[in-house]
């Protein structure tokens, strides 16, 4: 196996708690406003329009939009479900700001400072440059690059979004490796010729998580955390 220079990890999911943060801050305005809902299902309902704003920029119907973006509109797609739908442009902020402020999960800011004393360390995200670096700051993520989608011009999991993040390093693909808890992204990561880690985050969506709760292909390493996937790696 040709020796692995770089680490590229998706993040959402991967390396944060999309959805305990975004409950954390709606749950916030929803007090504040007296309304009754389900942060959780606020924010699943949130992050279900993801995928679709990005197949629009994908399909080329759109030009490239950074992701704070597609979360404004998307905000205002489902805020008039939960009885939110009198948001004041301060509350809008706040809340798309809420994924600038997502917690790491437990073992991931000492998981990656392990992984960094031998690996370059670059956040391979459809997140746009400010949300990563604000990210990074509130929950101690020690990137060594911040790959924003803006930098690849690509949302994953378009080739392009891969082979961009291995060029902008001076890198080959078989010399970065993908780090994932979604099996569809390393799927494409190695057809883009990356070396691949699946790392299990099985409370991703929640206790009735059924998606991405093993490998579903052999990746070259399977881990049950950053700590894990630092052991198998030699730190």
């Given at each position: 196996m040709s020796a692995v220079t770089a680490l590229l990890f998706d993040v959402f999911g991967t390396v944060v708690n999309w959805r305990e943060g975004i409950s954390r801050d709606v749950a916030i305005i929803a007090d504040q406003k007296g309304v009754s809902l389900d942060p959780a299902a606020f924010a699943d309902s949130w992050r279900a329009e993801y995928q679709p704003a990005m197949e629009e920029v994908r399909s080329g119907r759109r030009s490239f939009t950074i992701l704070d973006v597609l979360h404004r509109e998307n905000l205002k797609k489902v805020a008039t479900d939960f009885g939110l739908g009198a948001l004041?442009?301060?509350d809008e902020d706040f809340l798309v700001t809420a994924w600038h402020r997502l917690p790491g999960w437990p073992d991931s800011s000492e998981g990656m400072l392990r992984l960094k004393q031998k690996f370059?360390?670059?956040s391979q995200s459809n997140g746009n440059i400010a949300l990563i670096v604000n990210m990074a700051k509130y929950a101690n993520l020690p990137w060594?690059?911040?790959?924003?989608?803006?930098?690849?011009?690509?949302?994953?999991?378009q080739p392009k979004a891969y082979l961009n993040a291995c060029t902008a390093l001076g890198l080959a693909?078989?010399?970065c490796m993908m780090v994932a808890a979604h099996n569809d992204d390393l799927v494409e990561a190695r057809?883009?010729?990356m070396k691949t880690a699946f790392v299990c985050r099985p409370t991703e969506h929640g206790v009735g998580q059924t998606k991405d709760l093993h490998a579903e292909q052999d990746w070259e390493f399977v881990a049950q955390?950053?700590?894990d996937l630092a052991d198998k790696l030699g730190l």
């Open positions: 004041s442009a301060e370059i360390l670059g060594d690059v911040v790959l924003g989608a803006e930098v690849v011009g690509h949302y994953k999991p693909t078989e010399n057809a883009a010729g955390d950053f700590n």
